[in-house]
């Protein structure tokens, strides 16, 4: 069977749609078509329904998906081993995501150490809500995400990475910093939080819902997207937020931002391993998690 057609139905599959597809592949749309066209022919069915606003499968489309999924994975590992050279060189391309927390502080230098160990790999890497990152693995678009919250998703596993301390973060000089406060003293202060689908966000209303609270009880004035711009609005004094210790760590260690305890709350959280299901790794990929497993704590 034609890879090259079964890469093309994918790719239709994944985006739902024929333009987003060629241009995924880098290719023109008529191409697309005709890949598709004689896939069909081949098979005897029509794979994919075109009578709606979106590009869906037929069931016999559906079928022939899981399957196409394991031969194209199967054709990049054979690719990857044949290039290989006889010192059993890792080469190809990584391609994965993190979360904001550990994709703006751990995963890049691990990515630049792995890249040092193994100069022809090609890694790149996505930074963005935890969310959107397990969305893109389960479409294929990343092979893995490196994200803050195992989210529930029937095409992608998780399995735990390291572990991540969540703290309250306060500006310096600010009249909670360093203390142990009550869940009534942080009711009454003005609260900064990440974005829905952030992983810390997630953390933080699963530990007051098992205090009873929710978001919502709290002072929350200011949701400012993801971890980077929440950090920026706590050094400007403009209030506190709960924030991956990782994203601080360096405030920390010069007095630009302190920590406060709040009784009640156990913030520390999973840094989880994203997977699409039934999908086989790449060379590339399998190194990496060896190499990351080497040298972050459990």
């Given at each position: 069977m034609?890879?090259?057609?079964?890469a093309?139905?994918?790719?239709?599959?994944?985006?739902?749609?024929f333009?987003?597809?060629?241009?995924?592949l880098?290719?023109?749309?008529?191409?697309?078509?005709?890949?598709?066209?004689?896939?069909?022919?081949?098979?005897?069915?029509?794979?994919?329904?075109?009578?709606?606003?979106?590009?869906?499968?037929?069931?016999?489309?559906?079928?022939?998906?899981?399957?196409?999924?394991?031969?194209?994975?199967?054709?990049?590992?054979?690719?990857?081993?044949?290039?290989?050279d006889?010192?059993?060189?890792?080469?190809?391309?990584?391609?994965?995501?993190?979360?904001?927390?550990?994709?703006?502080?751990?995963?890049?230098?691990?990515?630049?150490?792995?890249?040092?160990?193994?100069?022809?790999?090609?890694?790149?890497?996505?930074?963005?809500?935890t969310?959107?990152?397990?969305?893109?693995?389960?479409?294929?678009?990343?092979?893995?995400?490196?994200?803050?919250?195992?989210?529930?998703?029937?095409?992608?596993?998780?399995?735990?990475?390291?572990?991540?301390?969540?703290?309250?973060?306060?500006?310096?000089?600010?009249?909670?910093?360093?203390?142990?406060?009550?869940?009534?003293?942080?009711?009454?202060?003005?609260?900064?939080?990440?974005?829905?689908?952030?992983g810390?966000?997630?953390?933080?209303?699963?530990?007051?819902r098992?205090?009873?609270?929710?978001?919502?009880?709290?002072?929350?004035?200011?949701?400012l997207?993801?971890?980077?711009?929440?950090?920026?609005?706590?050094l400007?004094?403009?209030?506190?937020?709960?924030?991956?210790?990782?994203?601080?760590?360096?405030?920390?260690?010069?007095?630009?931002?302190?920590?406060?305890?709040?009784?009640?709350?156990?913030?520390?959280?999973g840094?989880?391993?994203?997977?699409?299901?039934?999908r086989?790794?790449?060379?590339?990929?399998?190194?990496?998690?060896?190499?990351?497993?080497?040298?972050?704590p459990?």
């Amino acid at each position: 069977m034609d890879t090259r057609q079964l890469a093309a139905f994918c790719a239709v599959v994944e985006r739902k749609s024929f333009s987003q597809a060629a241009e995924r592949l880098g290719v023109t749309q008529p191409a697309v078509s005709l890949q598709i066209r004689s896939l069909e022919q081949r098979l005897g069915r029509q794979l994919l329904d075109r009578s709606g606003r979106r590009v869906e499968p037929t069931e016999a489309g559906r079928l022939l998906y899981a399957s196409a999924q394991r031969l194209l994975a199967l054709e990049e590992h054979l690719l990857e081993e044949l290039q290989a050279d006889d010192e059993g060189a890792v080469t190809g391309t990584l391609e994965l995501g993190a979360s904001t927390g550990p994709g703006g502080t751990v995963v890049p230098l691990l990515l630049c150490e792995f890249h040092e160990q193994h100069p022809d790999v090609r890694v790149r890497l996505t930074v963005s809500d935890t969310q959107t990152l397990v969305d893109q693995v389960a479409n294929r678009e990343l092979e893995l995400g490196i994200v803050g919250a195992a989210r529930r998703h029937r095409g992608v596993t998780f399995e735990p990475f390291f572990r991540d301390e969540v703290v309250l973060a306060c500006p310096a000089g600010h009249r909670l910093a360093g203390k142990t406060i009550s869940l009534d003293d942080l009711k009454n202060e003005q609260l900064i939080v990440m974005q829905e689908g952030a992983g810390v966000r997630q953390v933080i209303e699963d530990e007051l819902r098992k205090a009873g609270l929710r978001l919502r009880d709290l002072d929350v004035s200011l949701e400012l997207g993801l971890q980077e711009s929440v950090r920026s609005a706590v050094l400007a004094g403009h209030g506190i937020a709960f924030i991956s210790r990782l994203a601080v760590d360096a405030d920390l260690d010069e007095g630009r931002v302190v920590t406060a305890r709040v009784r009640g709350l156990d913030p520390v959280r999973g840094i989880f391993l994203a997977r699409a299901g039934g999908r086989s790794e790449t060379r590339a990929a399998r190194a990496f998690v060896a190499f990351a497993q080497e040298r972050l704590p459990a």
